[in-house]
C-alpha cells in the first residue's frame, strides 16, 4: 500500500506527528511538505479538500482521506499508535482545538498560517 502523507512541515505538531507514525513494513509512506506541493494542493481542491483544514494522506492513488478521518485512518493501520479513538469528543473537540493550536503556534513563530492562499 502506497500512502501520501502532505502535511505541514512547518508546524510543530504536524512535523511530530508525521516523522512519528511508522506504519507495517508492508505500506510505504511517503512524507510531502503541503509548502513544496502547490500542483497536489491545486489538484485536492477540485476534489474538496484544501490542506489549511488538516493534513490529507492519498492511499495508492485512488483514496483520499483529510483531518480526523487521515488520522484515525493511520491509527488503523499503524504499528506505532498514538491513541485516537473515532468519537464524537475526538472529532468535535480534540482535533478542532489541534488545528487552533497550530494557527497560534504558527503565528508565535512568524510562520504563515495558511498554505496555498488564493
Not at 36 to 57: H, L, V
Not at 97 to 109: E, G, P, V, Y
Request: aromatic residues 16%; charged residues 30%.
Amino acid at each position: 500500500m502506497k500512502i501520501e502523507l502532505y502535511y505541514d512541515k512547518e508546524c510543530p505538531f504536524c512535523n511530530y506527528y508525521a516523522n512519528y507514525i511508522k506504519l507495517k513494513e508492508n505500506h510505504n509512506l511517503i512524507l510531502i511538505n503541503a509548502r513544496d506541493e502547490n500542483e497536489s494542493i491545486k489538484e485536492f481542491r477540485k476534489y474538496g479538500f484544501d490542506i489549511n483544514n488538516g493534513f490529507i494522506i492519498r492511499v495508492d492513488d485512488t483514496k483520499l482521506f483529510q483531518g480526523c478521518d487521515a488520522i484515525i485512518f493511520l491509527n488503523k493501520i499503524s504499528d506505532k499508535k498514538i491513541y485516537f479513538k473515532d468519537n464524537n469528543f475526538f472529532r468535535n473537540f480534540v482535533y478542532p482545538l489541534a488545528k487552533k493550536l497550530r494557527h497560534i503556534i504558527l503565528f508565535c513563530l512568524g510562520k504563515k498560517t495558511e498554505i496555498l492562499q488564493d
